[in-house]
């Protein structure tokens, strides 16, 4: 069955550094990756899709990779701010990404220290 | 826009009651999301809707849980009776469409439900 992967221990990173947050999957070929972002007591919010034919993609200080060959895609947090710390989460779609299902991993959670 | 709104925000009910849950989507989104998130489960799809019309439920635990979509505007979660075990946040979420570009999610901002 299609699994996915994410660090389940928190990372813990200084202010001004980058932060590199993995998602791994088993078992298929996704067209596309997304990437969320969760804080405490509130709703997962989108911050990237990235699709199999894309190897990178920035946005402002954010940039995800997506390697179909090693099956993961790296989640970069380049000058990392407090305000940087959550929990994110990498989604991929059930099947043949046709549904609009998404299927989330169980998010990495994120603690950036002044 | 105000965003995919839910209410309660919270509910605290007792075994064996009957809990509502309740999604307004965004204005123009065609497709609707029930999640349950757990620590030990994460985030769960229980069931969702295109155009109003149920697609896909089989992530519904159990008979007891049941959604309808009467309308584009509104949805509901319905568990009876409820259980302990069903304490969880339930989130809604809507898109603009099911596949291809755009289709990421909205999520509102949850049910905290704790069933005694």
């Known amino acids: 069955s299609q699994k996915i992967e994410q660090n389940s221990e928190a990372l813990n990173i200084q202010e001004g550094k980058t932060a590199t947050l993995t998602c791994n999957y088993t078992n298929y070929s996704p067209a596309y990756l997304q990437w969320y972002r969760q804080d405490p007591g509130r709703g997962p919010v989108f911050l990237l899709l990235?699709?199999?034919?894309?190897k990178e993609k920035r946005k402002e200080r954010l940039k995800v990779t997506f390697d179909t060959t090693l099956k993961q895609s790296l989640f970069h947090i380049t000058a990392s701010q407090p305000a940087d710390s959550a929990t994110y989460l990498c989604a991929l779609p059930h099947g043949s990404g046709n549904t609009g299902k998404l299927i989330f991993g169980q998010g990495t959670t994120l603690q950036v220290k002044p | 826009d105000a965003g995919v709104i839910q209410s309660p925000r919270h509910e605290v009910t007792e075994m064996g009651q009957e809990v509502t849950l309740r999604c307004k989507p965004i204005?123009?989104?065609?497709?609707l999301f029930w999640y349950r998130q757990t620590m030990m489960r994460g985030l769960e799809l229980l069931i969702y809707f295109n155009n109003n019309v149920p697609i896909d439920d089989s992530g519904m635990p159990e008979d007891r849980f049941s959604a309808k979509m009467p309308n584009a505007s509104f949805s509901t979660l319905k568990i009876q009776p409820s259980e302990p075990r069903d304490s969880a946040v339930y989130f809604c979420a809507s898109s603009p469409r099911l596949s291809g570009g755009r289709n990421e999610q909205f999520f509102g901002p949850g049910t905290r439900l704790t069933v005694l």
């Open positions: 990235i699709r199999e034919n894309e």
């Open positions: 204005s123009g989104h065609n497709s």
